[in-house]
T-cell receptor, first 114, second 114 residues
C-alpha cells in the first residue's frame, strides 16, 4: 500500500499565531510532496511542490514567507502557516509521490483561524 | 499547457440510475488521466487512472472511464448509483514527465436521491 498521514486533521488557532501541519508517507519514501489548499466547494489549488533536501517550489501568488514548507526527510514534509489570519482558514491537503503515476493524498487538515 | 474541464458542477441521479460525470482535457503531450473522489472533510481517493494501454479502465466501487483521444475526453461512469456514491469527484491530468504536477478540474458534486 501507500499511506499518507496528515496531522492534525483539525486545528483552531488564534489570529497571529503559527500552525504546523505534518504530512508523512508511512510505508514508502516520497521524494516529492505537494501541498494544496482547497476553498469550500472549490477545486484544489496547488500551493507548492516540496522536494526532499531542497527548497520548495511555490506556485505564483503563494507567499513563501507565510507558508513555510520543509521537506527534511523522505517521509516527512511540513507546512507552517505563519502569523495566521482568518483569511488563511481553509482545508489544506498534501500528497506524496512515490515515483509512479499516482499521487497519494493525506486526509487533509481543516484550519480555522479565529 | 494542460487543462481540465468538468462539465456540470452538480449532478443529481436517482439510486440505481446511471452515473455519468464528464471530463474533457487539453494536453500537448500524451496525458495521464485520473479520477479522484472526495468525501466531506476528507482527502482524495483515487478511483481510477489511465496511463497507457487499454482505453477503458475500471476502478474501485464499480466505476469506469474511457479515454477517447479523438474527443479529448475521459468521462466517468457507473451503471447503477448507490447512495454511498454521493461525493465530490475530480478529474485531473498530468504530463507524465518529471514534473508530475496534477492539473485539476473544478469538481462535480454528485447527489444520489433515494
Amino acid at each position: 500500500g501507500a499511506v499518507v498521514s496528515q496531522h492534525p486533521s483539525r486545528v483552531i488557532c488564534k489570529s497571529g499565531t503559527s500552525v504546523k501541519i505534518e504530512c508523512r508517507s508511512l510505508d514508502f519514501q516520497a521524494t516529492t510532496m505537494f501541498w494544496y489548499r482547497q476553498f469550500p466547494k472549490k477545486s484544489l489549488m496547488l500551493m507548492a511542490t516540496s522536494n526532499e533536501g531542497s527548497k520548495a517550489t511555490y506556485e505564483q501568488g503563494v507567499e513563501k514567507d507565510k507558508f513555510l514548507i520543509n521537506h527534511a526527510s523522505l517521509t516527512l514534509s511540513t507546512l507552517t502557516v505563519t502569523s495566521a489570519h482568518p483569511e488563511d482558514s481553509s482545508f489544506y491537503i498534501c500528497s506524496a509521490d512515490k515515483g509512479g503515476s499516482e499521487a497519494f493524498f493525506g486526509q487533509g487538515t481543516r484550519l480555522t483561524v479565529v | 499547457a494542460q487543462s481540465v474541464t468538468q462539465l456540470g458542477s452538480h449532478v443529481s441521479v436517482s439510486e440505481g440510475a446511471l452515473v455519468l460525470l464528464r471530463c474533457n482535457y487539453s494536453s500537448s503531450v500524451p496525458p495521464y488521466l485520473f479520477w479522484y473522489v472526495q468525501y466531506p472533510n476528507q482527502g482524495l481517493q483515487l478511483l481510477l487512472k489511465y496511463t497507457t494501454g487499454a482505453t477503458l479502465v475500471k476502478g474501485i466501487n464499480g466505476f469506469e472511464a474511457e479515454f477517447k483521444k479523438s474527443e479529448t475526453s475521459f468521462h466517468l461512469t457507473k451503471p447503477s448509483a448507490h447512495m454511498s456514491d454521493a461525493a465530490e469527484y475530480f478529474c485531473a491530468v498530468n504530463n507524465a514527465g518529471n514534473n508530475r504536477k496534477l492539473i485539476w478540474g473544478l469538481g462535480t458534486s454528485l447527489a444520489v436521491n433515494p
